[in-house]
């Protein structure tokens, strides 16, 4: 995608501060830490349109971004860091469920894990909820300027093994050098033109 045009709309816990259901969604969501943020601000060429902190767990609200004008990018609170108080942690549950369950809009999660790291219950119940949900997922993994090639193919068969996940539901991602960006872009686009085709046929 050629990203033209890319803003900051809102940001909330529950339905009632959410933007219009007018765009098509994307989620991303991961543990605290993962790159997630860098991801989206790479994908639509801005550096600092979602802000990166060195303190996990930062994020405790939706915030909504908008693209081209056509697009919604939608930045969930991470899950998983140990720091963060219990308090908040219990909210984060509801708020991200709620989300995933009652957009009409969302055509697609991105899920991030970090290709050093063996993904974490939160990561394969995250997934198995979104399948149950018929939720379209792409898991993306994060930070592979961080390892060998030798190190990436013994780390992606974990991951996969792991998540249950096939080849084509995973892409590579690196927020140094780039690679990546086209990678998800094209396939962010390609669940999210199937889903609209499925909506047609159905005359949804």
């Not at 765009?23 to 990166?52: C, D, H, M, Q, Y």
């Not at 994020?59 to 720091?83: C, E, H, W």
């Not at 995250?126 to 090639?149: E, G, H, N």
Request: charged share 25%; glycine share 6%.
């Amino acid at each position: 995608m050629n990203v033209t045009n890319a803003e900051f709309v809102t940001s909330g816990t529950r339905p009632a501060h959410y933007p219009p259901a007018e765009l098509p969604e994307v989620a991303f969501a991961g543990r605290s830490n993962v790159g997630k943020s860098s991801l989206i601000n790479v994908l639509v060429n801005r550096k600092g349109l979602v802000r990166t902190s060195s303190t996990p767990g930062r994020t405790q609200l939706i915030n909504f971004f908008r693209v081209n004008g056509s697009l919604m990018l939608v930045d969930l609170p991470g899950y998983g860091f140990a720091k963060v108080p219990l308090a908040v942690k219990k909210e984060w549950g509801p708020m991200v469920e709620t989300y995933l369950s009652t957009r009409p809009n969302l055509g697609c999660v991105v899920l991030i894990v970090d290709i050093r790291r063996v993904p974490t219950e939160e990561d394969q119940l995250m997934l198995q909820w979104l399948r149950a949900y018929d939720i379209p997922a792409l898991v993306v993994v994060t930070k592979c300027d961080k390892v060998s090639k030798n190190e990436r193919a013994r780390q992606a068969a974990v991951i996969i093994r792991t998540l249950g996940l096939a080849r084509d539901e995973m892409a590579f991602f690196s927020a140094l050098s780039k690679e990546g960006r086209d990678e998800v872009w094209a396939r962010i686009e390609a669940i999210l033109a199937a889903g609209q085709e499925e909506q047609e046929e159905s005359g949804e």
